[in-house]
């Protein structure tokens, strides 16, 4: 792996204003045919499932008599005193043998990847209620700076949460800043995720990693880079030789770092993530880059995205979606009307991306 030069440049603020100026121009959905397309689309006919409702019961207590508190608290010391010879098993029943009591779940926030790590280096497990293990899992790359991926994402925490009324599971993790560390804690986040299924009950055959504009390029790249190894570095959890990850979802992303398509303060971003220019450094923007690395063993992509977005040029997501046709692999090119950060917000775009995701999903999870 390229070493990245030792700069300390800070991301700049402009990042989000640069992205969101708008490129007017029309461009044709060619789709691309193969079975797992046709799935798409005809889930895409059926009616779309809502995201449950969210809320908690009023309850209303009347004034209770004191002789009858009286009597619940004699009730619950006495049952205090049975159950504390009494081991119980999941569920309340009693265990023969004074077996141990049941587990404490494992944590599900703030959860360290890297022991010892630095404080970045954290995830979060979002679950169903009745989750009963073999979960589908969306390996969520939250959106930021291109630079360090932040968990707190509010876009983000909502996919989860829509994720998991389909009874999916959903990961979403922070990272370091800049190439390559921000690469290899998304690399060792995802091989947490596997080394933990049986404790969380996610389903390792059936990951999909999704990420949102510059989380889009993550994404990508954990689709991919042929060696896992390269970005595992001081992880203490190793990844499969293939099949890490069973699909990628990109949303308006940067997969040629080295195009002429991207504009010029993208370019500048890209700069400041790899520590030097595109003449400095060449073999650096091209390792960093998804479409260096396509060799044909990728799993399916659906790749989304906006027309009106001048520095991340949809002439990309074309260009990377005839790439990895070209390379044998399963892939769908959405062109939506929309801006920079169309998905991040509700709209029309949106709502008809994430059925497009919701589609893929059920596709890949469910055949």
Not at 8 to 15: M, R
Not at 17 to 22: G, S
Not at 94 to 118: K, M
Not at 348 to 353: E, F, I, R
Request: with cysteine.
């Amino acid at each position: 792996m390229t070493e990245r030069p030792d700069t300390h440049d800070e991301l700049p603020d402009e990042l989000e204003e640069a992205l969101t100026a708008h490129l007017r121009r029309e461009a044709a959905h060619a789709p691309v045919p193969g079975d797992l397309w046709a799935r798409v689309r005809s889930r895409l006919g059926a009616p779309v499932r809502e995201p449950w409702g969210l809320g908690w019961p009023r309850r209303w207590l009347r004034p209770v008599p004191a002789f009858a508190i009286a009597g619940v608290l004699v009730v619950a010391v006495g049952a205090a005193a049975l159950l504390t010879t009494i081991p119980l098993a999941r569920g309340g029943l009693p265990l023969a043998g004074g077996s141990d009591p049941t587990p404490t779940p494992a944590p599900t926030e703030d959860v360290p990847y890297v022991p010892n790590g630095d404080p970045l280096q954290k995830l979060d497990i979002f679950l169903p209620a009745e989750a009963d293990g073999g979960l589908p899992t969306v390996f969520i790359v939250p959106g930021q700076h291109l630079g360090s991926m932040i968990k707190r994402d509010a876009s983000a925490r909502r996919l989860a949460k829509h994720f998991v009324e389909l009874n999916y599971s959903a990961v979403l993790f922070s990272s370091r800043h800049n190439y390559p560390e921000a690469y290899q804690d998304m690399f060792c986040a995802l091989a947490w995720t596997r080394a933990n299924a049986d404790a969380y009950g996610f389903d390792p055959e059936r990951i999909v990693v999704l990420g949102d504009v510059t989380a889009a390029t993550y994404a990508a790249m954990l689709g991919t880079v042929d060696d896992p190894t390269l970005y595992l570095e001081g992880c203490p959890h190793p990844l499969p030789e293939a099949d890490w990850v069973q699909g990628v979802v990109a949303i308006n992303g940067l997969y040629d770092f080295t195009s002429d398509n991207v504009g010029a303060l993208a370019k500048s971003v890209i700069r400041l993530f790899l520590g030097g220019k595109l003449s400095e450094f060449p073999e650096l923007w091209s390792e960093a880059s998804p479409i260096s690395w396509l060799d044909g063993s990728e799993p399916p992509f659906l790749l989304i995205h906006a027309l009106q977005d001048p520095e991340i040029s949809a002439s990309g997501a074309e260009n990377f979606a005839a790439a990895l046709e070209g390379a044998g692999v399963e892939v769908e090119l959405m062109l939506v009307q929309a801006g920079h950060d169309f998905f991040a917000s509700s709209n029309p775009a949106s709502a008809l991306a994430l059925d497009a995701v919701d589609a893929f999903l059920t596709a890949l999870f469910e055949g």
